[in-house]
T-cell receptor, first 118, second 113 residues
Framework: NAGVTQTPKFQVLKTGQSMTLQCAQD?????MSWYRQDPGMGLRLIHY???????DQGEVPNGYNVSRSTTEDFPLRLLSAAPSQTSVYFC?????????????????FGPGTRLTVL | AQSVTQLGSHVSVSEGALVLLRCNYS??????LFWYVQYPNQGLQLLLK??????LVKGINGFEAEFKKSETSFHLTKPSAHMSDAAEYFC???????????FGTGTRLQVTL
């Protein structure tokens, strides 16, 4: 198993450019999520999905879009990049209570994408 | 809604000394609590988790944490620090059957000779 993979590892954008951060998992996990990590602020939830076709907003969704057309993939789109979106982005996945019949399931994290917006 | 507070953004200990990283939580329903570790330029890795089976939870690399409901705490400890423990540590909480995690702001552990 590759686990959770993210591409690219690094990206530099100019203000106003758009891009998609890719996330894929091969563990058949229903739950997938995107976080951003900023110094002194921990990880903040951007968007999450509990299954294909179902997405919802997290704590800091503005400026980001997501879709979930398959169980495996959960891309994050920046429509018009801003310097405030300079951050490290992590994707994570886990089973859900619905499938595992247990709660408190471990989330598995990807290696992250370091994004700089100039 | 749930939240996590980690006291101390930086903790420094000598090699061989006790490690104590503090975490307090707030949750309106019984919580599930996690400690994750992040080594430089890497993703997060689960150290241990509390899922109501036992209040003292043992994790990887000699770490353990104790769930104290009366104090709403889930502090992380290790009897003897090693240089390889230098990393950032995050406490997180989920509530009920929801999968969403809420993270604390993290504690950077420095281990000195």
């Amino acid at each position: 198993n590759a686990g959770v993979t993210q591409t690219p590892k690094f990206q530099v954008l100019k203000t106003g450019q758009s891009m998609t951060l890719q996330c894929a998992q091969d563990m058949n996990h229903e739950y997938m999520s995107w976080y951003r990590q900023d110094p002194g602020m921990g990880l903040r939830l951007i968007h999450y999905s509990v299954g294909a076709g179902i997405t919802d907003q997290g704590e800091v969704p503005n400026g980001y879009n997501v879709s979930r057309s398959t169980t495996e993939d959960f891309p994050l789109r920046l429509l018009s990049a801003a310097p405030s979106q300079t951050s490290v982005y992590f994707c994570a996945s886990s089973t859900t209570f619905r499938t595992s019949r247990s709660a408190g399931n471990e989330q598995f994290f990807g290696p992250g994408t370091r994004l700089t917006v100039l | 809604a749930q939240s996590v507070t980690q006291l101390g953004s930086h903790v420094s200990v000598s090699e061989g000394a006790l490690v104590l990283l503090r975490c307090n939580y707030s949750s309106s329903v019984p919580p599930y609590l996690f400690w994750y570790v992040q080594y430089p330029n890497q993703g997060l890795q689960l150290l241990l988790k509390y899922t109501s089976a036992a209040t003292l939870v043992k994790g990887i690399n000699g770490f353990e944490a104790e769930f104290k409901k009366s104090e709403t705490s889930f502090h992380l400890t290790k009897p003897s620090a090693h240089m390889s423990d230098a990393a950032e540590y995050f406490c997180a909480v989920s509530a009920g059957t929801a999968s969403k995690l809420t993270f604390g702001t993290g504690t950077r552990l420095q281990v000195t000779l």
